[in-house]
């Protein structure tokens, strides 16, 4: 079989298309190759997502621990510690299990011209329910940088921006918000690659892999069983996910750039990759 | 464990609980917890000891050595630390087997791997096949061991060659100054005050080592992970204790387990930062 041939089969078994079954045997290098890369569809997907969704959850968060009142602080306090005190390996069980056990309801949404139905067993699958877990995480993570960032705006932009008549939502949104930003880019940057890493870990917690539509780590660990040899297809992932946190600095680096632009050249802050977090 | 225990289906309420949650099974649930401690009591030393390694091979004279320390500093960034506790034990597993099989039966000559298998005499089997139940325990648990410290050390590594560069330059040049040979800057220069610049970093990954032993479970140790999935499934009436899906509970016990771990840890180490910034010329050190 020619790779070009694995490549129509196989690029996108991991979304349920193409050749249904895996390859059992004789499995060559271009196999793996494609079949991997076809599971980082979900690593993307599930780190696109969560990121972007997680991204808004994340500021009202940072904003509601800085808040004076009870009602937004002590919530948003207590969700950060519990998503950043605990292991993700152990929200996804804890979540994953909880869903089981909530009543199966299909609940229908009317649009108008459609109507939408609505199934709370989506969530035992990993598309939704694993997805809602990384967002609830992501959040607390950046939740807790964007806080200290906010924490650190240069109390002198404040009042400059008092001074000229800013208040409420303008001096927020015009002032607070942009600093804090620039501020919290670069650990942010950081907290994007660690959270596309940590996609990683959905199809080895509870979410079950639904007729063998796995992430890229699924199938390299699918591969690594198969062929006995673990020394193939785990370079394999090391390889893409190196190629796609090159890319997320390439594309966080544009942003950092733009929030920088109105600076001095020597107070821009660069890019730095720091250490890994493992949730 | 209790003597009215005997028969559990005459049973109600809080009497039915207590002898539900002290069966040989859930005693072996706790004495996961006791491996969590223990894993995390080892894997932090082991931890250092690969950093340090690592750290001082980074800053080696010689350049093979130079570029594999930076190779092990820098491979943790780019790649998921899953991948590595999927890919270190099976890995190590094979390399120990195969060595042993070139000094054990050097009269074998057929190739150790053959298509998809992984072909060793079999006294060259990690752990021997006629070995008893814990030795393989034992031989798992190890193994997941040096997978935690050799990621661990890379993290560390990390930390520690940012420690020693953050030691200020002019502190050095004074010592070079008085004629101290590199090594002996290292050693009494370096050495002794990189620990302030280190410990953040260092209190950091504590946080992280705490929360990355669930992995045990994919090491395919008997863990809490483990044990939680087991005792909390669905148990039917042939069962003494039959009971309904529990597990998403046993893993809320291991959500406050974890989080009182952290908690606790936490602020030990906020103590000691405080402690140990009395004094210092940081802006943590004047509040004080």
């Known amino acids: 079989m020619s790779c070009l041939q694995t490549i129509s089969d196989y690029s996108l078994r991991s979304l349920g298309y193409g050749e249904r079954l895996l390859p059992k045997a004789d499995i060559t290098l271009c196999e793996q190759f494609v079949l991997i890369g076809s599971g980082m569809i979900w690593n993307i997907y599930f780190g696109m997502f969560a990121l972007f969704f997680g991204f808004f959850f994340a500021t009202s968060l940072a904003l509601g621990k800085n808040s004076k009142f009870w009602l937004f602080n002590a919530p948003s306090r207590a969700f950060i510690f519990i998503f950043r005190g605990s292991p993700l390996f152990i929200q996804f069980f804890f979540a994953y299990d909880l869903f089981i056990i909530i009543p199966k309801l299909g609940m229908d949404i009317e649009l108008g011209f459609l109507t939408v139905t609505v199934e709370t067993r989506w969530l035992t699958k990993a598309w939704l329910g694993a997805l809602i877990v990384l967002f609830l995480n992501t959040s607390a993570y950046a939740a807790e940088i964007f806080y200290g960032a906010l924490r650190a705006v240069p109390s002198r932009d404040i009042e400059a921006a008092d001074s000229f008549g800013f208040s409420g939502m303008k001096k927020f949104r015009r002032i607070i918000w942009p600093t804090m930003m620039r501020l919290a880019w670069p650990s942010y940057t950081n907290e994007a690659i660690f959270l596309f890493h940590a996609t990683t870990l959905v199809f080895f917690t509870g979410f079950p892999a639904w007729r063998q539509k796995g992430d890229a780590i699924y199938y390299a660990s699918y591969f690594a069983e198969k062929t006995f040899n673990p020394f193939v297809p785990y370079p394999i992932v090391g390889f893409y996910f190196i190629l796609f946190t090159l890319l997320i600095i390439g594309i966080f680096s544009i942003v950092n750039k733009r929030l920088n632009r109105h600076l001095a050249p020597n107070d821009q802050s660069n890019l730095k990759i720091r250490l890994n977090l493992i949730r | 464990m209790f003597s009215y225990c005997a028969d559990p289906n005459s049973l109600e309420g809080l009497l039915w609980l207590s002898c539900y949650i002290t069966t040989p099974k859930h005693m072996s649930f706790y004495n996961s917890f006791l491996v969590v401690m223990l894993l995390i009591s080892l894997a932090a030393p082991l931890a250092m000891a690969f950093g340090f390694a690592g750290s001082i091979a980074s800053r080696s004279s010689i350049l093979l050595v130079r570029y594999l320390g930076k190779g092990y500093l820098a491979m943790i960034r780019g790649i998921p630390d899953i991948v590595f506790f999927l890919f270190i034990p099976i890995a190590l597993d094979q390399a120990f087997e195969y060595l042993r099989h070139k000094v054990l039966c050097p009269e074998?000559?057929?190739?150790?791997?053959?298509?998809?298998?992984?072909?060793?005499?079999?006294?060259?089997?990690?752990?021997?096949?006629?070995?008893?139940?814990?030795?393989?325990?034992?031989?798992?648990?190890?193994?997941?061991?040096?997978?935690?410290?050799?990621?661990?050390?890379?993290?560390?590594?990390?930390?520690?060659?940012?420690?020693?560069?953050?030691?200020?330059?002019?502190?050095?040049?004074?010592?070079?100054?008085?004629?101290?040979?590199?090594?002996?800057?290292?050693?009494?220069?370096?050495?002794?005050?990189?620990?302030?610049?280190?410990?953040?970093?260092?209190?950091?990954?504590?946080?992280?080592?705490?929360?990355?032993?669930?992995?045990?479970?994919?090491?395919?140790?008997?863990d809490i992970v483990y044990w939680a999935k087991e005792l909390g499934g669905i148990k039917t009436g042939v069962y003494d204790y039959p009971h309904p899906d529990w597990r998403a509970w046993y893993f809320a016990v291991l959500m406050i387990f974890y989080l009182t771990l952290t908690y606790v840890s936490q602020s030990v180490l906020d103590r000691l930062s405080n402690r140990l910034s009395i004094g210092q010329a940081t802006m943590a050190g004047k509040a004080n």
């Open chain 2, 108 to 222: 074998v000559t057929e190739a150790v791997r053959q298509g998809n298998d992984f072909v060793v005499c079999s006294v060259a089997k990690l752990p021997l096949s006629s070995a008893s139940e814990w030795v393989h325990d034992l031989y798992g648990f190890s193994l997941a061991l040096l997978a935690f410290g050799f990621v661990f050390g890379a993290f560390t590594g990390n930390v520690l060659s940012g420690a020693i560069a953050a030691v200020p330059k002019s502190q050095l040049e004074t010592a070079e100054a008085y004629g101290f040979t590199p090594r002996q800057i290292f050693r009494r220069i370096t050495l002794p005050q990189m620990w302030v610049y280190a410990l953040p970093g260092l209190s950091n990954l504590w946080m992280i080592l705490i929360k990355a032993t669930p992995l045990l479970f994919l090491l395919g140790i008997e």
